[in-house]
């Protein structure tokens, strides 16, 4: 029975810090809507960004080594997703020496 109370809560837990980890990629979501809206990335750096998906390709890579890393793989792999695509929105509308400082 105490097995099963704590099977049950370690997949609760697991579930909560997926839904929180969604909900902290997804928090630079109004920054990039107003680079998108004002075509400009207004003096923003890409450093949190990349590092962010830095970050989230370490975790994948570890889920992939560790038995039973389904909640890690999918919660990284969505970083993984939403990151990139932050960097692509910033490396669209970023000056000239943004992206070479990027790129470097």
Known sequence: ??????FSLSILFG???NIVSFL??????TT??????RKS????????YSVALFSAKL??????LKQNGIMLITINSFGILIESLYLIIYMIYATRDSKVYMII
């Open 32 to 37: 990039f809507y107003r680079i998108f809206k």
């Open 15 to 17: 579930l909560l810090v």
């Open 24 to 29: 902290v990629y997804l928090s630079p979501m």
């Open 1 to 6: 029975m105490a097995l099963f109370i704590h």
């Open 59 to 64: 975790y994948l890579y570890y889920a992939f």
């Open 41 to 48: 990335t207004q003096g923003f750096q890409s450093i949190p």
